[in-house]
């Protein structure tokens, strides 16, 4: 009884994610392929939100699921966290996200391998991807009246951002601690005295400055003496 109890709850659950999907579908954007705009796609990425066609879900397959997981629309069960990640993103909401500095004149690829270098570089690479977006807008009227949120998706982006950020930070801080500090130049004069017929003289060990006998040499002179300048 508890096991067929499951099954219907399991299955009313089910209807409700389909009947949610379905919705979703029928937004202007949703109508067409996040990557290639293929019309009627039946495929999501669901931790990016997106709807996706069936040629473009093999790519984003082939990403990794630490990039992209991939589910059919009507053929897979969905999880109400799964659910939620695409109710809260869709493909308005990510094109704003990872096509955010995406080439004004930029046409979308059609060739397989185009389609796939297309893919990489925007949610792989993320050649495209806006870093300043912590919260993206709702731009469907169908959202209007909900509270915005940040989802998953997006709050991943910015933690990895932030960790980013840090791992710099410390790589900047470790660069400075191994640069050995510039040795102070000496800029006095190490004297010592030795008298000749009861006069001072100094004696420079590392440079002779002007003006650093001061009169010694006249003073010299008037004793019969020549200064030779000689250590």
């Not at 990640?85 to 930029?106: D, H, I, S, V």
Request: with cysteine; aromatic share 8%.
């Amino acid at each position: 009884m508890s096991t067929r109890s499951c099954r219907e709850k399991a299955q009313k659950q089910n209807e409700q994610h389909q009947a949610i999907l379905a919705k979703l579908l029928r937004e202007e954007d949703n109508k067409y392929c996040a990557d290639c705009e293929a019309k009627g796609p039946r495929w999501a990425s669901w931790n990016t939100g997106v709807f996706i066609c069936i040629r473009c879900a093999g790519i984003h397959r082939n990403l990794g699921v630490h990039i992209s997981r991939v589910k059919s629309v009507n053929l897979d069960q969905w999880t109400p966290e799964q659910i939620q990640c695409m109710q809260e993103m869709g493909n308005t909401k990510a094109r704003l996200l990872y096509e955010a500095n995406l080439p004004e004149n930029f046409r979308r690829p059609q060739t397989d391998q185009a389609v796939e270098f297309f893919i990489r570089d925007k949610y792989e690479k993320k050649k495209y991807y806006d870093k300043n977006v912590t919260h993206v807008t709702s731009m469907s009227s169908s959202d209007a009246a909900q509270p915005q949120t940040s989802s998953p998706s997006l709050q991943a982006a910015s933690e990895q951002s932030k960790m980013e950020k840090e791992k710099e930070k410390k790589k900047e801080e470790k660069k400075r601690d191994r640069e050995p500090e510039k040795p102070l130049k000496s800029l006095g004069m190490e004297k010592s005295q030795t008298y000749l017929d009861g006069l001072p003289q100094i004696r420079d060990r590392t440079a002779w400055f002007p003006g650093a006998l001061g009169d010694f040499p006249d003073k010299l002179a008037s004793k019969g003496l020549v200064w030779t300048g000689k250590r």
